[in-house]
């Protein structure tokens, strides 16, 4: 295994792997990987010649080459044209090429809505009826006659 700059490891064609992979970078696999992946915060990719034998917990997937086990991946999944998925994937957003092969269970899960700013969420608390922009009144009586 090698890590190349910027964080990235890879794990080449010629290399098998059985075990728990866990750590705070992102993956390429074109290898042979028998066990788990935990990268909650990273992006995993199984490239076109990647054997994964595998549940993965991941920020993002992409999937060139074979995985066998489930999937959750917290923001996107991608399903390249070559990729055969067998189990059941958990994500927010997915692509799926032509000519890939997924069989299993599909949820797509709810994004997580953040506020736009501490300000924004208090004005929203504190306003009956929630936060308008400045000048805009819920109702024309609201305003003064000319």
Known sequence: ????????????KSLSIK???SGNEDIYVDGQLDGSIQLPGNNVTVGPNGRVKADITAKNLTVGGTLDGNVHA????????????????????????????????LEILPE???????????????????????????????????
């Open 19 to 21: 075990g728990e992979l």
């Open 74 to 105: 917290s923001e996107r999944t991608e399903l390249r044209k070559t990729a055969v998925v067998n189990g059941d994937v958990q994500t927010q957003r997915i692509a799926i090429e032509e000519g890939a092969y997924f069989k299993g269970r």
């Open 1 to 12: 295994m090698s890590t190349a700059p910027g964080g990235l490891a890879n794990i080449g």
């Open 112 to 146: 997580t809505k953040t506020p736009a700013s501490p300000v924004a969420a208090a004005v929203a608390r504190a306003s009956p009826g929630g936060a308008r922009p400045a000048g805009v009144h819920a109702e024309p009586e609201d305003r003064p006659l000319p």
